[in-house]
């Protein structure tokens, strides 16, 4: 074994931090039989792994992204990684319709049909527009990357409370749309 080795088996050989980097590396898999999830009376997700209780925990699709049955990242509020569902299918039912509706919740994106208004203050741009889930008003901090194209066409837009909305085809807009839509990007 040679002394890289030696550091990341027994932890650094000066005592730093590069166990800590092979322990981050780990990923642990929660189970049925380790991990119970369950809903507060304020529709927050909680799980308990052991004895310990983690409130208000979020999922996040891991690999492939756009997979949302298996490789789910189970996250605290701090965005800390608690563990790794392998398979929603590994879960009993009612735990697999929590975990499902927390996933729908996360990635809920409405799509704009119509943009009415787009409009800057103070490196804020405020928009109204017709979605696919109604009328829509919300603010996008400016810079930052919170305006994306995801393809040659497709845009995403993430507002100051990180709420989704797809513009699924740019070549859709009138010139109009387009030019507002345009200052943000």
Known sequence: ????????????????????????????YLSPADAIFTRTKGHMLNVRIGDEEYPGVYIHCS???????????VRTVDNEEIGMIRSLDDFPAESQQLLEEEVRLRYFAPEITKV??????????????????????????????????MNASRLLIVDVDGNRFVIPCLDRLSDKEYKMVEVCM
């Open 1 to 28: 074994m040679n002394n890289h080795e030696t550091s990341v088996a027994t932890g650094s050989r000066d005592g730093g931090d590069s166990a800590g980097l092979a322990e981050a590396a780990r990923i642990r």
């Open 116 to 149: 009415l208004l787009v409009k800057e203050e103070f490196g804020y741009f405020y928009w109204e527009a017709e979605t696919t889930s109604g009328l829509c008003r919300f603010t996008v901090r400016g810079g930052a990357g919170n305006v994306k194209l």
């Open 63 to 73: 690999f492939p992204h756009t997979n949302n049955r298996i490789y789910l990242s």
